[in-house]
């Protein structure tokens, strides 16, 4: 039987992340079950470099964003991917909302973030023109990146390193062996294949549940529920007064329905928030009002006829109410040495994959001492 050091599955930006990372000092197989790499969350997101602000002090999400954007910000200069620290002004249109973004303040720096800051007056109408808000703060290490080129270069790390990428290839089943690793199948062009590998790393984002109930003697109580929650934008057709990232303040589940970016200029708005009960990345252009009211609130100028349903993604919640956190679970937690599953990684994982990356080389370091 074939056998590796260590088997990633899904090759998303995390499983990329994980891969090209586990690669500098191990032997390493990212298997992908699509034709492409990132084909899910990772190319259905905002593609903003978040600052780390909104979330829980003690949150392996704040955590992770504050090392992640730090590296992120290294490894785009490092490798010349496409970014652009543009950013961004967070809203408030009343008195109440104003208290939030104090709240919002005092959790950022109490994460790290350091560099907010109230605008006057003065510098609320030059960094957002046209804006109805009472109050903003402004978060300069806030970004925006190709994550495309993002993702292509850790592909070319982990290739670099001589790990293997293996599109169209999907995890099946895994087995504890006596005395440690796994017998993994797998489902690729010429039917089911077996591989022996000492480290599992279920990095399967919207599919890790399911990929977690397929490891024999993993307990079920070490699998999390798991929640869609679609996030759709529209885009915003030509010229519009924006430099920087426009932000209301945060609801349950999301950012606000707020205004980004790309590197070429282009305005969308959203994600919104729905929870659903199959994944489908379905639009849905009747919520345009929805959209349009909520823009109206901080932009009174947007003109409804310019905006056009774009694209959705979903995240994958492992709960429906309160705040969330990233989970990288490893045989501390479920007793299977070896083996970290990747739960929960929702916003900001994209900033966060080079930290989240780092984590599991560290657990995994730690756990075959
Ligand atoms: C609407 C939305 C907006 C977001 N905006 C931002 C943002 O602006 N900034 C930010 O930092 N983060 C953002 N995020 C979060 C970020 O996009 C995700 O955290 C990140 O992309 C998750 O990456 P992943 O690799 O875990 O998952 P995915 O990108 O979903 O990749 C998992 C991969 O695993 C593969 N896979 C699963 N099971 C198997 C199997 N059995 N065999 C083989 N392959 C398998 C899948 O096909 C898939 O390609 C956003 C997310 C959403 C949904």
């Not at 490894?75 to 208290?99: D, F, M, S, W």
């Not at 790990?163 to 010429?190: E, M, N, R, W």
Request: net charge negative; glycine share 10%; with cysteine.
């Amino acid at each position: 039987m074939e056998q590796v050091d260590t088997l990633v599955v899904g090759a998303g930006v995390v499983g990329l992340a994980v891969a090209a990372r586990l690669s500098q000092h191990r032997e390493v197989i990212l298997v992908e079950q699509g034709h492409q790499f990132g084909e899910h969350s990772s190319s259905r997101n905002s593609e903003v470099i978040h600052a780390g602000i909104y979330y829980p002090s003690d949150s392996l999400k704040a955590q992770a964003c504050v090392e992640g954007k730090a590296k992120l910000y290294r490894h785009c200069e490092e490798y010349r991917i496409p970014h652009a620290k543009i950013g961004k002004v967070l809203t408030a249109q009343n008195a109440q909302e104003e208290e939030k973004l104090a709240s919002l303040l005092l959790q950022a720096q109490n994460n790290g973030v350091d560099d907010l800051y109230w605008l006057s007056n003065k510098e609320l109408s030059l960094k957002a023109p046209e804006l109805n808000a009472i109050a903003g703060l402004y978060s300069p290490s806030t970004g925006i990146l190709d994550s495309h080129q993002f993702m292509l270069s850790l592909l070319g790390k982990l290739e670099s390193n001589h790990g293997q990428y293996v599109p169209c290839t999907k995890f099946l089943a895994a087995t504890p062996k006596t005395g440690g690793g796994f017998i993994v199948t797998l489902s690729c062009d010429g039917g089911p294949f077996k591989l022996l590998c000492h480290n599992l790393i279920n990095a399967g984002g919207l599919f890790a549940q399911q990929n977690a109930t397929l490891i024999e003697g993993l307990a079920p109580i070490n699998v999390p529920p798991l929640h869609y929650c679609r996030g759709q934008y529209f885009s915003y057709q030509g010229k519009h007064p924006f430099k920087h990232l426009i932000y209301p303040v945060p609801e349950e589940h999301g950012l606000g329905i707020h205004a980004t970016l790309d590197l070429a200029g282009q305005l969308r708005f959203g994600p919104d928030t729905h929870f659903i009960n199959d994944l489908n990345y379905d639009t849905d252009a009747s919520a345009i009002d929805i959209f349009y009211q909520a823009i109206k609130r901080y932009w009174p100028q947007v003109d409804n006829r310019r905006l056009q349903v774009d694209y959705a993604g979903i995240r994958p919640k492992t709960q429906c109410q309160g705040q969330q956190d990233f989970q990288i679970e490893g045989a501390q937690r479920h007793g299977l040495t070896g083996l970290i599953n990747l739960f929960g990684i929702e916003s900001p994982g994209l900033t966060a994959s080079l930290s989240i990356a780092d984590k599991v080389a560290t657990q995994l370091k730690a756990e075959l001492k």
